[in-house]
């Protein structure tokens, strides 16, 4: 079996896929051109985010048997023509869904007690306190929307905070998880203070918080997303903080996250964001990015392929 690698992963999974007698190419910088010339020469394909498996790509692999995604997002990845060629697809969603739940907690502490704000004041000399009096989680209601790998492991973190967790799931009705509430989205937009995003980017949940949204909510509210950033309107966000009726928005992912490239719309919702930066929190798409994640997404990947190895 021959494998192509094309971004920059852990190491081990190379390496096992070694030991096991497999030929592996590890190609980080080739683009897409790149693999669709090479791609008939491969059995599997592990991607990260940047190559974009679509229909042409997939043609062009005509001995493929998988594609593994390592991380969670398969926006990127024609998943169903894929299986329709017989082709596995694979992912390691849960390998980063701890570090995720982790930094969605620490986003939240830095937006409602103002920790970055007080932060930078102290560094420019000044101790100011009472502008930056905070408010406590306990008794709080949030809004859990998603409660895939990542919705579920940040509410049982905040069950040490003494929230009420309401959650909301489309699709998945088998919750069972201690100190939560199931309900619908209706009851969310009516009882919460702060709304938290876990879902995955379909045509379903982009642009999912809008000003439609917003003004559905029945109190001010803080907002987390650390899913994908089309998935909250950032245009509607900065007139929702700009009304009040946003309190704080604290973000790990943007519509477009690549500064360099902006549309002329995106740069005025940026520097709306800018003109925030009291209320706004924005981290470089890191939730998932820890040294142990890194590690544990490839190891799963080996484990979904390993059978296949075999064959």
Known sequence: MRVLITDHIHPWLAARLEREGVVVDVLPDSTNEDVKTIIHEYNG??????????????????????????????????????????????????????????????????????????????????????????????????????FGNTGERFARRLSGFGMEILVYDKYRKDITVPHVKVTDLATIQREAEIISFHVPLTAETTFYLDAAFIDSMNHPFYLLNTSRGKVVKTSDLCLGLQSGKVKGAALDVLENERLDTFSPEEQNWWQNLQANADKVIITPHIAGWTHESKLKMVQLIYNQVEPLLLL
């Open 45 to 146: 394909l592990i991607v990260s985010t940047k190559t974009l498996v679509n229909a042409a790509l997939i043609d062009a692999a005509t001995q493929l048997q998988f594609i593994a995604r390592v991380g969670s997002g398969m926006e990127h990845i024609d998943v169903s023509y894929a299986r329709s060629k017989g082709i596995e697809v694979y992912h390691s969603a849960s390998g980063n869904a701890n570090a995720v739940a982790e930094h969605a907690v620490g986003l939240l502490l830095a937006l409602v007690r103002k920790i970055p704000k007080a932060v930078s004041e102290v560094q420019e000399g000044r101790w100011i306190r009472e502008e930056n009096r905070g408010i406590e989680l306990s008794g709080r209601k949030i809004g859990i929307i998603g």
